[in-house]
């Protein structure tokens, strides 16, 4: 059946997957980021960072899809997303003054947006196939003005999103371009799920005559 569950509480990632034509099951997991990122080391590598993080996310809603009957003929796709500035990755700010200072660092300058991808393939309850990988897109930032800014972190939307900025809602206005793919900016890359979907054995035909928006979501 090539029933597809994402592995989020990500609204954005949610709505890419539906105007590409997947309506997805959507279980959020409990991973707890900052642990595994520090478990990983200061040195890990930032793609390593971000597609163990996605790995965990997936197989952390695994258990609770077998109990449900839900595991067999299912995919499970789990992402992160994490902004790669001067070497340092930044997750969501959570604060005002931290998303202020975000910006004032990025007015103007590029850093590369990094997305993991983890897909799972179940059959009767086990995992008979998995893919990983990340995809990474460079953003060129614009130079908002104090009051932008301002109006902008007031909006609430920065605090919230990795990088503090998003690309198709009211962070577009600040963004001037991109290299790379925009999907996986907005929070899960479709080109690199395609991949990783076929690493697995399973086509984007099939995952559309499986989860049109009228197939069953529990
Ligand atoms: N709409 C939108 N959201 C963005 C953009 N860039 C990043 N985000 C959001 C997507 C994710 O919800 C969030 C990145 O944080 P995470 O990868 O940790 O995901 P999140 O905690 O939201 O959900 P999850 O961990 O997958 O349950 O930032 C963007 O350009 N547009």
Redesign the pocket.
Known sequence: MARLVLA???P??LSVLRSAGVAPIVR??AVD?DALAAALGPGAPPAVVVTELARA?AADVVPGLVRDSLGDDTLVVG???MLLVDGQLQ??PGTVEVARERWRAMAGRSAD?LTGHSVLRLRDGEVVAQAADHSSTTVHFGRPTADDLEAYLASGEPLQ???A?????L?GWFVERIEGDPSS???IGLPLVRRLLADVGVSVARLWAANTAESPSV
């Open positions: 989020s509480a990500s954005a990632r959020v997991s980021e996310k992402c992160d997303s997750g969501k947006l999103v990795a990088g900025f998003t690309l198709d809602s962070g900016v907005i929070g």
